[in-house]
Each structure stands twice: as structure tokens, then as C-alpha cells.
């Protein structure tokens, strides 16, 4: 498939195991059986503040970011963003690795974007979220690492990227709260998976050169967000993510 929006919405149902004999071969097949989902990806439509809420609750109830893998770093030699990339990869592993036993464990969904979740009208103007696509990035790794994966996905197409945090947080802290660790490194974990993300994308058009327009589909608006995210700082960022998840829903 050359792009996301030509997926259609199929869930993961069966492997299902097919024999077929002639008069003389013998043929065995493993066919894998769909079931389709209705619905609107959220990347079609314009995502407000519940909807976002919706997708961090949505991301909670998941039984659910691979740590940055920085053997490709090379691929970024000559860009001014590799500068960012390196100083994030170096704070993951003096910051987060150390704190890896205090995170939760679950199985994580891996790929939780907008392209990935369906939206049904609710209402004349309003969505509700009526799906989910996409099992095949499923790994073992903690919650946390999943919370980061959703708000960097969720940040990609929006208009006020930074503040997509609060309502993702507040959603996903209506089902499951973070504890201290994870609420202390979220915002280093959501620059994690941005870094991991452009790597990878440019490691994979070195080896798909012809799928470029397709693979740097997040990686393109990726690094604005990176480098904004990283000129404003942990503490302005959470400022505002945390400020906002406390506020959302009040009168």
C-alpha cells in the first residue's frame, strides 16, 4: 500500500489454514481472515479537545514505545536535527533506563495513530471513536510507553500540536493514573518515540527508496515537533499538558 489512507478497516479475526490438492501437486495456504469495521479514520476528521480525550481513555484500556534504537543514528549524518536526536537518546538512557522497574508492564498496541482509530458521527457535529485498526506492531513494554505513542501520533496532523498532551492525559488518567515515574518522564518518552520515528523512516527509504512519499509520512511534521517540544523544555511543556488535563471537563 503506497498510503495509509488506501487501509482499509479491517480487524484482526483469524489465521485460517486452506489444503488444496489436484491430481498432482500439493497446495497449502494460510489465508487470514478480516472482519470490516465501519467508521471514519480520525485523521479525516478535525480532532477537538474530547475527541483527543476519548483517544487517551480509548489508549488506557488497551492491554498495552519500544525504547529509541540508536544502531540506524548514522542515517541522520548531516542533518541539523541529528543534534536533538542524540541529546534526547542520551537523556533516555541516563533518565528513563535507570527507571524502567518502576513503570507498569502490558502488552502495547505499538502503532495507536489517527490513521489506526475510526470515528462514527455522534451527532450533528460531534465523532465518537468506534474502533480500532492495526495489531501488527503489538510488543511487550509498559504503559506509559503507549501513552507516549498516542500523543506524538495525535500531535502530528494537529493545528496546536502542544497542546494535544492535556486532553490525551486527561482521558488516559480517567481510566488509568500515572504514578510519579511516569508522569516525571512522559514528555522526555514523547520525544523518544518522535526521534524513533524519524530514524527508522529515514533507515527504511535507504532501503525502499520508491516508498519515500509513504514512509515519511510522520517523519515530515515529526521534526518541527520535535524541535519545538525541545526548544520549549520539560517544564514548559508539562505546564501546559498537566494544566490542561486537570481543567478538562470542568465547568
Known amino acids: ?16 489454514e486452506i489444503i488444496n490438492y489436484d491430481d498432482q501437486n500439493f497446495y497449502k495456504y494460510l489465508v ?12 479525516k476528521i478535525t480532532c477537538s479537545p474530547q475527541i483527543l480525550y476519548d483517544v487517551g481513555k480509548m489508549a488506557a484500556t488497551l492491554d498495552t514505545m519500544e525504547h529509541p534504537n540508536i544502531s540506524y543514528i548514522h542515517v541522520m549524518d548531516g542533518d541539523l536535527v541529528q543534534k536533538v536526536v ?21 502488552i502495547n498496541h505499538g502503532d495507536f495513530n489517527d490513521h489506526n482509530l475510526l470515528v462514527n458521527p455522534d451527532g450533528p457535529t460531534k465523532y465518537k471513536i468506534s474502533g480500532i485498526l492495526d495489531f501488527g506492531d503489538m510488543s511487550c513494554g509498559y504503559f506509559i510507553f503507549e501513552l507516549a ?23 488516559w488518567e480517567s ?32 532501503q525502499q527508496p520508491e516508498d519515500e512519499d509513504y514512509l515519511m509520512i510522520t517523519a515530515r511534521t515529526g521534526v518541527r515537533h520535535l524541535c519545538r ?5 520539560k517544564e514548559e511543556v508539562e505546564r501546559i499538558w498537566f494544566q490542561s488535563a486537570a481543567q478538562f471537563g470542568q465547568p
Request: proline share 7%.
Open 1 to 16: 500500500m503506497s498510503t495509509k489512507e488506501s487501509k482499509p478497516n479491517l480487524s484482526h479475526s483469524q489465521v485460517t
Open 32 to 43: 487470514r481472515l478480516l472482519t470490516y469495521l465501519p467508521g471514519t479514520t480520525v485523521a
Open 86 to 106: 542524540k541529546a534526547v537518546l542520551e537523556q533516555y538512557q541516563i533518565q528513563v533506563v535507570p527507571k524502567l522497574p518502576l513503570f507498569r508492564k502490558c
Open 149 to 171: 505513542i498516542t500523543i506524538m501520533y495525535m500531535m502530528i496532523e494537529n493545528p496546536n500540536p502542544v497542546d494535544v498532551g492535556g486532553p490525551v492525559v486527561a482521558g
Open 175 to 206: 481510566v488509568f493514573p500515572l504514578n510519579e515515574a511516569e508522569r516525571d518522564l512522559l514528555y522526555l518518552l514523547v520525544l523518544c518515540r518522535f526521534c524513533q520515528s524519524l530514524v527508522l523512516a529515514r533507515h527504511a527509504v535507504i
Open 229 to 233: 517540544l525541545w526548544e520549549l523544555g
